[in-house]
């Protein structure tokens, strides 16, 4: 069973979660307040999808993480993270936000608090109306970037991402490519087709 374990049931973790559900994949869907709240969500997104707890999403071996960025520095104690492949589309919108972030890329940040987990970034640079549609345009199909510090997690990942009909671009390290992915830098809210 191919399973994705997300957190966050926000614009983008319901728009990731629409394309998973779309390809045959199984979708735990969480946020903070309970799965009793997901009711609404869950009837939306449709057959594959199940409210759970978020500790429930974390203990899946493949996490979405779409929290808002002051809260990823509470998910350190939610699960033991080592060797979980976490597929990062978070975005810092405000400078700090509560984080200390030593100069890092946003996401290495992220990997700090996710001690072990094999991040990899992604998802985060679509709006989450484009990335709920469908991926295949004209002749070609809609681009999502990935960036990430463990080949086989990389390779993972892109694999989910053309499973579920985008064409992933490798962008390097969480460093140079998870940079380049954040908000307002060069490759945030742009809309590649690859042909």
Same mark, same amino acid.
């Given at each position: 069973?191919?399973?994705?374990?997300?957190?966050?049931?926000?614009?983008?973790?319901?728009?990731?979660?629409?394309? %998973?559900?779309?390809? !045959?994949?199984?979708?735990?869907?969480?946020?903070? *307040?309970?799965?009793?709240? $997901?009711?609404?969500?869950?009837? @939306? $997104? #449709?057959?594959?999808?199940?409210?759970?707890?978020?500790?429930?999403?974390?203990?899946?071996?493949?996490?979405?993480?779409?929290?808002?960025?002051?809260?990823?520095? !509470?998910?350190?104690?939610?699960?033991?993270?080592?060797?979980?492949?976490?597929?990062?589309?978070?975005?810092?919108?405000?400078?700090?936000?509560?984080?200390? !972030?030593? #100069? $890092?890329?946003?996401?290495?940040?992220? @990997?700090?608090?996710?001690?072990?987990?094999?991040?990899? *970034?992604?998802?985060?640079? =679509?709006?989450?109306?484009? =990335?709920?549609? !469908?991926? %295949?345009?004209?002749?070609?199909?809609?681009?999502?970037?990935?960036?990430?510090? /463990?080949? /086989?997690?990389?390779?993972?990942?892109?694999?989910?991402?053309?499973?579920?009909?985008?064409?992933?671009?490798?962008?390097?390290? $969480?460093?140079?490519?998870?940079? =380049? @992915? @954040? %908000?307002?830098?060069?490759?945030?809210?742009?809309? %590649?087709?690859?042909?």
């Amino acid at each position: 069973m191919k399973l994705i374990g997300i957190l966050g049931a926000g614009h983008i973790g319901k728009a990731a979660a629409t394309r %998973f559900l779309a390809n !045959d994949f199984q979708v735990l869907i969480s946020n903070s *307040k309970g799965p009793e709240t $997901l009711t609404d969500i869950v009837s @939306q $997104l #449709g057959p594959g999808a199940k409210a759970v707890t978020a500790a429930e999403a974390a203990a899946a071996d493949i996490i979405l993480v779409a929290v808002p960025w002051t809260k990823v520095k !509470d998910l350190t104690e939610l699960t033991d993270w080592n060797g979980k492949i976490v597929i990062d589309a978070t975005n810092r919108l405000e400078s700090g936000a509560g984080i200390e !972030d030593g #100069g $890092l890329a946003s996401t290495e940040v992220v @990997q700090n608090y996710l001690p072990g987990a094999k991040v990899v *970034k992604a998802m985060n640079t =679509l709006s989450a109306k484009i =990335l709920a549609a !469908d991926p %295949f345009v004209g002749n070609g199909k809609r681009v999502l970037f990935i960036s990430g510090d /463990d080949k /086989d997690a990389k390779a993972i990942v892109s694999g989910i991402v053309n499973e579920i009909g985008f064409a992933p671009i490798d962008l390097g390290t $969480l460093a140079a490519g998870g940079r =380049l @992915q @954040q %908000f307002n830098w060069p490759l945030s809210s742009q809309n %590649f087709i690859k042909l």
